[in-house]
């Protein structure tokens, strides 16, 4: 027995979770959604995962796409993450900029960092579907600070300058 869904939310509130937005090129045009649940999973091979629900209508749109990427989102585009997680938006329309990528996946342009994966395993687990994928492709962008969903909002963290003591 587990604790109830509406708990663990409350409780994971405090658990800063990296923001990045997964998109995919679909037959009625591409699709994306901003996700917490990203995460390395092996250097060698180079394997990612994220989880969306199963309900979701994004996860019905790229359930079947052989190809997807993962934008890391930078501390100033916390607009392009929450259009991302509006639901009933055309969220690619403007003012959302973004170009075709290597086998037709849709990036988001200014983002910290682009992998473009190719589906390698899936599963079903709870009322979620863990996807790991290659990562095939990966460029950095340019150098910031990054976004973070803490206690139900996506915000920006900023690194705290460091100086050396001489």
């Known amino acids: 027995m587990t604790v109830e869904g509406r708990t663990l939310r409350s ?11 997964l998109t995919a090129p679909g037959a009625d045009g591409p699709a994306g959604v901003t996700i917490t649940s990203f995460t390395s999973v092996s250097a060698e091979p180079a394997l990612v995962s994220f ?24 501390a100033d ?18 003012p959302t ?3 075709t990528g290597p ?10 960092a682009w992998l473009v ?7 079903r687990i709870g009322d979620h579907h863990l ?3 290659a990562v095939e492709h990966a460029r950095s962008g340019a150098a910031g600070d990054a976004l973070v969903h803490l206690h139900g909002q996506i ?12």
Not at 77 to 94: H, I, L
Not at 103 to 112: E, F, I, K, M, T
């Open 103 to 112: 086998h037709g996946v849709p990036l988001l342009d200014d983002c910290l």
């Open 51 to 74: 989880c969306l629900a199963g309900t979701s209508s994004t996860w019905a749109r790229i359930r079947d796409s052989r190809w997807f990427g993962i934008q890391v989102m930078g």
């Open 131 to 133: 996807v790991v994928g």
């Open 155 to 166: 915000r920006p963290v900023t690194a705290a300058p460091t100086s050396l003591a001489l």
């Open 117 to 123: 994966c190719s589906r390698r395993e899936q599963f």
């Open 11 to 21: 409780v994971l509130r405090a658990h800063a979770s990296g923001v990045a937005v």
């Open 97 to 99: 900029r973004w170009h």
């Open 77 to 94: 585009q916390a607009d392009v993450a929450e259009r991302f997680a509006a639901p009933g938006t055309d969220r690619f329309a403007a």
